[in-house]
């Protein structure tokens, strides 16, 4: 996950909760046996879920799946930063939008959230 807070003049979206989800074309079965199988996709499903924010500020969540068994923070990172751009092809100037921005990744979960793992505990099931 990546926690964010976007400059509402820079972005146009609408007031109140909204989800923008990214599904991609392919076969979503195949893309979630990669991820299964510790395999990054070359065009994962991500979402970005917008709250209700000030006049000026506005919070906003990029949510993504990584590959199960991943380890390594700075990969994890890495695949977030480039959702990040792919976001902006679908939500117009979101990466340009952002003022602050934190990453919470899977292996910081028990500590900073409070549980094990995944928002989506479907990493966790076996195929």
Not at 56 to 74: C, I, M, N, Q, V
Not at 79 to 102: D, P, T
Not at 109 to 118: A, D, Q, R, S, V
Request: glycine fraction near 6%; charge should be neutral.
């Amino acid at each position: 996950m990546i926690f964010t807070i976007v400059d509402k003049n820079k972005i146009n979206i609408e007031d109140g909760n909204v989800l923008y989800a990214f599904l991609p074309a392919s076969d979503l079965n195949n893309i979630m046996h990669q991820l299964f199988s510790g395999i990054y996709p070359d065009v994962p499903p991500f979402g970005v879920f917008f709250t209700q924010g000030n006049e000026k500020l506005r919070p906003a969540t990029l949510l993504f799946y990584t590959p199960r068994g991943e380890k390594d923070k700075e990969r994890i990172i890495q695949e977030g930063e480039r959702l990040l751009v792919r976001a902006s092809f679908i939500i117009s100037n979101f990466a340009n939008s952002i003022i602050w921005k934190r990453f919470i990744t899977s292996l910081d979960y028990p500590k900073e959230i409070g549980f094990k793992n995944c928002v989506l505990p479907v990493a966790e099931m076996r195929l």
